[in-house]
């Protein structure tokens, strides 16, 4: 599951911001809840999402941030 | 986040638009349609006239799609009243070149909305810039920016500054102005919009930098268009409707394009939402 996490926001992230960005905001928001990346679980989407948020929502709108968390919210939880 | 199809058909359609009415355009003027010296000079500034006119609208539109509360909203608003005083500039050109063809007074009212053009686009271009903050340090883009704004001032110092400056016929007001254009096309818009390309190279592959990658190549084709028309002009061998203006209808077109794109990357459609 939680390497399964970094993959799903690098996968969904990448057609928005390029692979070398997407990169970026994946390691930082995996590393977020302050946890190995082996140890991520669902419960740590919250802390995740805030991230992503924080990194991207200041060159797009708040619609399309919203479409990339309930995106890898879909693919881990689904 | 679904893999449909981003860009709209407006989109294509804007594109198609542009390089439709440039190239009827460049068949009427080399064919000399229009029959009058005021009649040809009136096609000549109609593709400027259209594009220019299409790309502020265009930008308009886009600042209006997006919500007050979204940084879109104030980078687009800047794009479009900056292309809106260059659309005022050309048409206000054109009909003082309409009404006589022999000699346009200089300067003229087109150039007040000319010059304020260029620190609206800049603030436009520097609010996109700035929205990238948080991602990367802008300092490498805007100190290598700034040097290449300064290579491009010296190497005009040669080409063009110092013999408007040793004109004996133009007056300090012709020299001013004539230098000004260049100097505001390099620092505000040359400038501003390398580093802006500077800091969406990061962004490789990514199409939340489509729009700017559009309207960072319609504003230097804008700015080459104006320093040759600057050159070209001051040595009495421009003609409007020659190629220099090619410029200026690709550039508009470029930037009407990427305010439509803006549109389809930040504004998502829903799904089964027609364009």
């Given at each position: 599951m939680s390497e399964d996490i970094h993959n799903v926001v690098l996968d969904v992230l990448t057609p928005l911001v390029g692979r070398a960005m997407a990169t970026v905001y994946a390691s930082k928001a995996t590393h977020r809840p302050g946890k190995l990346l082996v140890g991520?679980?669902?419960?740590d989407l919250p802390a995740i999402s805030e991230e992503i948020r924080q990194s991207v929502r200041p060159f797009t709108t708040r619609a399309v941030v919203d479409e990339v968390i309930a995106e890898i919210t879909r693919r881990v939880r689904g | 986040m679904s893999g449909s199809r981003v860009l709209s058909n407006r989109t294509w359609v804007i594109a198609a638009l542009g390089i439709v009415v440039s190239a009827v355009s460049i068949v009427l003027i080399r064919a000399g349609v229009g029959g009058s010296d005021s009649g040809r000079t009136l096609i000549a500034n109609l593709p400027s006239l259209l594009t220019g006119g299409g790309a502020a609208a265009a930008g308009l539109w886009t600042a209006l799609r997006?919500?007050?509360?979204?940084g879109l909203r104030r980078q687009w608003l800047l794009l479009g009243l900056g292309t809106a005083a260059l659309f005022i500039g050309d048409t206000t050109f054109a009909y003082l070149q309409v009404v006589n063809p022999q000699e346009v007074p200089f300067?003229?009212?087109?150039d007040f909305f000319y010059l304020i053009s260029f620190p609206i686009l800049a603030g436009g271009l520097l609010m996109a810039l700035f929205s990238f903050r948080r991602s990367m340090s802008l300092r490498a883009p805007m100190l290598l920016a700034t040097a290449v704004a300064a290579v491009a001032t010296a190497g005009l110092w040669a080409i063009a500054f110092q013999p408007i400056l040793a004109d004996?016929?133009?007056?300090s007001l012709e020299k001013f102005l004539g230098i000004l254009y260049p100097v505001g096309d390099i620092w505000l818009l040359l400038l501003p919009a390398l580093a802006l390309a500077m800091a969406l190279s990061h962004f490789?592959?990514?199409?939340?930098?489509w729009s700017w990658w559009t309207v960072v190549v319609g504003l230097t084709l804008v700015m080459v268009a104006d320093v040759l028309f600057g050159v070209l002009d001051f040595q009495g061998t421009y003609a409007t409707g020659?190629?220099?203006d090619m410029g200026w209808w690709f550039g508009y077109t470029a930037i009407a394009v990427g305010a439509s794109i803006a549109v389809d990357v930040h504004a998502p459609r829903k799904a089964g939402a027609r364009s």
């Open positions: 991520l679980t669902a419960d | 997006f919500e007050r509360t979204e300067p003229s009212v087109a004996t016929e133009a007056s490789a592959g990514g199409r939340l930098a020659s190629f220099v």
